[in-house]
Nanobody
């Protein structure tokens, strides 16, 4: 069974930075695209960023483009989300996710989810 464990969330002032990590286990990490989603209070869960199985393709939502960077370390079975220039609108629970299909460039319909990590940006 695939397990995804997020860490790195917390409270930060507007304009600050955080780096989220997601450690995966339960299967070989490298063949699978990985992604980050978030859910703010009272809103639906939304796509934030994803990275292809090779790491060569990365996609971002318009709301975070230029501020967030997704990356992966296959040796550590970990995906990261570096978040800079944080805004109060970035406050949400952030979820790591992955698919059951290998060799994908994107990951927009996750099969597996982490438990989430809270990010709170104070203005």
């Amino acid at each position: 069974q695939v397990q995804l464990v997020e860490s790195g969330g917390g409270l930060v002032q507007a304009g600050g930075s955080l780096r989220l990590s997601c450690a995966a286990s339960g299967r070989t990490f490298s063949p699978y695209a990985m992604g980050w989603f978030r859910q703010a209070p009272g809103k639906e869960r939304e796509f934030v960023a994803d990275i292809s199985w090779t790491g060569g393709a990365r996609y971002y939502s318009d709301s975070v483009k230029g501020r967030f960077t997704i990356s992966r370390d296959n040796a550590k079975s970990t995906v990261y989300l570096q978040m800079n220039s944080l805004k109060s609108d970035d406050t949400a629970v952030y979820y790591c996710a992955t698919d059951s299909k290998p060799w994908q460039l994107t990951m927009r319909n996750p099969t597996f989810w982490g438990q989430g990590t809270q990010v709170t940006v104070s203005s």
